[in-house]
């Protein structure tokens, strides 16, 4: 009886373990998300929209950031432990639109799908598709918006830009850019910014998209040009930044128009309360909940996310927002600035 028992106890066992190694073979499919940074507010939000619709979809993500804007080698160590992982797929925003090619390249070659946000690659045919503000289009916006705001004064602006990396990654350079298309500035090299020959430009300076940064650059730049009035930032906290530093200088007097990119709540915000002129507003949570559907469609069918007719991307939108609108320019209010911000 003894032996029987003992048997009969080896055999229940033999069935649980059975039961827990069938129950790991269907394991929820690893998926990832790949940040700049960690506590900026815009991938913050990306990574809130990618969290809730991966438990939605029953995945499994994991979510990755570097240390510093411009942060390469943590994204490429991130790449590296996911395919080392079996994931099925990420979404990343690059920091170097360049050096991250080659790890994209044999994250694909290992079958992942690699879907970029935000920030496409350089090429951009390096991921498999990309979701993300035209943000050429979104800079066009604010610059149409000044122009048309300084009227006649337009013609003679002096504008600081705030801008994000000495690598000039892509997203950095479209928004640059496009904020020069739209004010009505020759660009020379497309990919290129700080090789324009207009006098209205008073210089460009790195802020790493931080508030720290965005404030040392327009020091620097009102140092070299004690009469600017307009003051472009790559995003939000830049502005905020410049803003401290125009107020430090008493320049806080609406004598500098001051335009950004990004949309955050607290950017509109920012417009009420009359520091910040005019915002783009972009859909960061949109973004990473698209990448993540792809990715399940990916899995469940092998089918690769098409861009949006005539790009070479998926247009996730941009709005311009403001309390005092130019004609001919398109754009929403602050109230409903608010209700959509950063959705």
């Known amino acids: 009886m003894k032996t029987a028992n003992l048997w009969k106890t080896m055999l229940a066992g033999a069935v649980v373990f059975g039961f827990s190694a069938g129950t790991s073979a269907y394991a929820a499919d690893i998926v990832g998300l790949i940040t700049k940074t960690e506590g900026n507010p815009y991938f913050v939000k990306m ?8 438990k939605e979809l029953g995945l499994t993500l994991r979510t990755y950031a570097g240390k510093y804007d411009g942060d390469n080698d ?14 099925k797929g990420f979404a990343i925003v690059p920091s170097d639109s360049s050096a991250i090619v080659p790890t994209l390249e044999k994250a694909r070659k290992a079958g992942l799908l690699v879907i970029d946000l935000d920030t496409p690659t350089d090429p951009i045919t390096a991921a498999d598709a990309t979701f993300a503000t035209d943000n050429f289009k979104a800079g066009e916006l604010i610059g149409e918006w000044a122009k048309g705001t300084l009227g ?18 892509t997203v950095d350079y479209l928004r640059d850019q496009g904020f020069m298309k739209g004010f009505g500035i020759d660009i020379k090299d497309p990919k290129h910014y700080g ?27 009102m140092q070299k040009c004690p009469d600017v009035n307009v003051m472009y930032s790559i995003n939000e906290p830049a502005a905020a930044g410049g803003y401290q530093a125009l107020k430090a200088a008493g320049k806080d007097d609406g004598s500098v128009l001051s335009v950004a990119i990004d949309g955050s709540c607290d950017g509109v915000k920012n417009i009420q309360a009359a520091t910040l002129g005019a915002t783009s507003q972009q859909y ?4 990473a909940v698209m990448a993540m559907e792809a990715i399940d ?19 996730t939108g941009a709005q311009l927002v403001t309390d005092h609108p130019v004609k001919g ?10 209700k959509l911000c950063w959705g």
Do not use: W, Y
């Open 47 to 54: 990574r809130e929209g990618a969290q809730a619709k991966a």
């Open 74 to 87: 943590s994204q490429v160590a991130a790449i590296e432990n996911l395919i080392a992982a079996g994931a």
């Open 152 to 169: 006649d004064k337009a013609a003679t602006a002096k504008i600081a830009f705030l801008d994000l990396a000495a690598n000039q990654p």
């Open 195 to 221: 090789d324009e020959t207009d006098p209205r430009i008073c210089g460009h300076q790195p802020t790493g998209g931080a508030e720290d940064g965005g404030r040392t650059a327009m020091e620097t730049l």
């Open 284 to 287: 960061p949570l949109k973004m």
């Open 297 to 315: 469609t990916f899995v469940k069918t092998g089918k690769k996310p098409q861009p949006t007719p005539g790009q070479q991307f998926t247009d």
């Open 329 to 338: 320019v398109p754009s929403i209010d602050t109230k409903e600035g608010l």
